[in-house]
């Protein structure tokens, strides 16, 4: 199966060449619940272990992650380890599919938004302190 033509970009996805499949890939909250119950654990834990550091997930768990991020009609699991064995060769990795799973879970704030600090030239200690007001 091909779907390289024909892709209409979606809002809030992420467009990946894999394969002979062109996917839009995009984690909402249906996404994220299918994906976690056919790995009968969590997303996060796919990354972290138990001491909190970080692992390289099964490839097959990876591919679950792509298969239920996909937003691209009419390509099953089939299409996806087709998909998978022409990815590698065509000479790439796991780690890079391990980077593209990365990357989607960063761009659906999955690992939290990064917090940008502002200023607005207010600060709460403006006014002097007078010593005999700390009590």
């Known amino acids: 199966m091909t779907t390289k033509n024909n892709v209409v970009k979606m809002p809030n996805s992420k467009q990946v060449e894999f394969g002979d ?3 839009q890939l995009r984690l909402d ?3 994220i619940l299918n994906i976690e119950k056919r790995l009968d654990e969590s997303l ?4 972290i272990n138990g001491n909190g550091g970080m692992r390289l997930p099964a490839t ?3 591919l679950i992650v792509l298969q239920g991020a996909n937003q691209t009609s009419n390509v ?3 299409d996806i380890v087709r998909a998978f064995d022409k990815y590698i060769d065509e000479g790439h990795t796991t780690l890079e599919l391990f980077t593209t799973i990365q990357e989607l879970l960063e761009d659906s ?3 939290g ?3 940008t600090e502002e200023t607005s030239g207010v600060s709460l200690d403006n006014d002097p302190i ?3 007001s700390l009590l």
Do not use: A, R, V, Y
């Open 113 to 115: 938004k990064e917090k």
């Open 44 to 47: 996060m834990g796919l990354f």
């Open 109 to 111: 704030g999955f690992f």
């Open 76 to 78: 099953g699991d089939i």
């Open 130 to 132: 007078q010593e005999d």
């Open 21 to 23: 499949l062109n996917l």
């Open 29 to 31: 909250g249906k996404s």
């Open 60 to 62: 097959n768990k990876l």
